[in-house]
């Protein structure tokens, strides 16, 4: 399976600050079929960036996604309170389906 | 629009089956897909089935013992759980996975212990 790692483990952070999250990938993700979610406590997760770059319904602007083959960014600009939460990228281009191990962006 | 329900305690070895009502979407149009998280830990993909309900997969910690169909007249998805083990322990979710629009329920605990 398709083993994703997800650096830095925890990014401490304050409100207006960019945050650079990062998702390696075990094997070459193909056709770029990888996304971000957002979770925060007590709620399931939320879709915000699939096919590596393109942005989720009503997802703002601020988030963004890049990166191909083996390596792949989330960044949050203008991080607002709102924004501290945990971060998971997720492959969807071979079975199993896997998860990274999350990036919690705190304040 | 997911409402999962059925989870609870139940010991090792014992069964359970989880299910997850749709409501506001075009249900039959999607795969839908199980998630499981152990609170404070991360994501596990549990296993997928396609709009038919023909075609499931799953992930092989779970292969041979979870089955995963659906009712596509009632909007129904279901996780049949069996010889469940202390490790199954964790908040099951049901998901469409979609994009640009994902679908979550808000998660039903499974707890596996004597």
């Known amino acids: 399976e398709i083993v994703l790692t997800q650096s830095p483990g925890t990014l401490s952070l304050s409100p207006g600050e960019t945050a650079t999250l990062s998702c390696r990938a075990s094997?070459?993700?193909?056709?770029?079929?990888l996304s971000w979610y957002q979770q925060k406590p007590g709620q399931a997760p939320r879709l915000l960036i699939y096919?590596?770059?393109h942005r989720a319904t009503g997802i703002p602007d601020r988030f963004s996604g890049g990166g191909s083959g083996t390596d792949f960014t989330l960044t949050i600009s203008r991080l607002g309170p709102e924004d501290f939460a945990v971060y998971y990228c997720?492959?969807?281009?071979?079975?199993?389906?896997?998860f990274g191990q999350g990036t919690k962006v705190e304040i | 629009q997911l409402v999962e329900s059925g989870g609870g305690l139940v010991q090792p070895g014992g069964s359970l089956r989880l299910s997850c009502a749709a409501s506001?979407?075009?249900?039959?149009?999607?795969?839908m897909h199980w998630v499981r998280q152990i609170p404070g830990k991360g994501l596990m993909w549990v296993g997928e089935?396609?709009?038919?309900?023909?075609?499931?997969n799953y992930a092989d910690s779970v292969k041979g013992r979870f089955s995963i169909f659906r009712d596509n007249a009632k909007n129904m998805l279901y996780l049949q759980m069996n010889s469940l083990k202390v490790e199954d322990t964790a908040v099951y979710y049901c998901?469409?996975?979609?994009?640009?629009?994902?679908?979550w329920g808000q998660g039903t605990q499974v707890t596996v212990s004597s």
């Open positions: 089935i396609d709009s038919s309900g023909s075609t499931t």
């Open positions: 998901a469409n996975l979609g994009a640009p629009t994902d679908y």
């Open positions: 096919g590596v770059y």
């Open positions: 997720e492959q969807y281009s071979d079975l199993p389906r896997t």
């Open positions: 094997q070459s993700i193909k056709n770029n079929f």
């Open positions: 506001g979407l075009t249900f039959d149009r999607y795969w």
